[in-house]
């Protein structure tokens, strides 16, 4: 990452847990980071995208994704991924409740859906044979995609629902109650 690229990342963050995203302007991105609209325009197309950036990158699940290819051990719960979203949601949490307007901004959803995506997808392929039959057949990708997809949303609505009301203090609590949202076959892997 450049000095520049830092430095914007550092102002939009700052920005941000100080009022909405969407409020923001690239001008104001660009004086508090001290560098030009163009340098700010080589990284990002909008205030919104360079704070998903920095929220994807923050929101880091490689430690909690299975795969027997990288050597990464198998996490057999989704627990843990679950604990890093959450405790993600909590170092940002004021960025994210200015977000709310009253749902977080598509970009911001996105950086979300695609962490969580990538763990469910990386479930499904480690542990198939959980998944549920769908009519009677073992699910093909477009169903293995749907169900990935309507897990990933839900738990995205329900963090904004944490947020908005102030329910995300009690990480234990919180992962209780998502898991108790979730559909059985991710959550039972013995």
């Not at 949490?93 to 695609?114: D, V």
Request: glycine share 2%.
């Amino acid at each position: 990452m450049t000095n520049a690229e830092s430095a914007l990342r550092r102002a939009v963050v700052q920005i941000a847990t100080e009022k909405p995203i969407s409020e923001v302007t690239v001008s104001e991105v660009c004086r508090v980071a001290g560098v030009t609209r163009d340098s700010f325009y080589r990284f990002a197309s909008s205030p919104a995208v360079l704070l998903a950036m920095y929220l994807y990158d923050d929101h880091d699940t490689d430690a909690v994704i299975p795969s027997h290819t990288t050597g990464v051990p198998t996490v057999r719960v989704l627990m843990p991924a679950t604990r890093v979203l959450l405790e993600h949601v909590q170092r940002n949490l004021q960025i994210y409740r200015n977000a709310l307007t009253p749902r977080f901004p598509m970009e911001l959803r996105e950086s979300l859906l695609w962490r969580l995506e990538a763990v469910l997808y990386a479930h499904a392929r480690e542990f198939p044979e959980k998944l549920p039959d769908i009519q009677g057949q073992r699910p093909d990708e477009e169903a293995v995609s749907a169900l990935v997809h309507h897990a990933c949303n839900g738990v995205v609505g329900a963090i904004e629902f944490f947020v908005a009301t102030d329910a995300i203090d009690d990480i234990e609590h919180t992962i209780a109650v998502l898991h108790a949202a979730t559909a059985p076959w991710w959550l039972t892997y013995d």
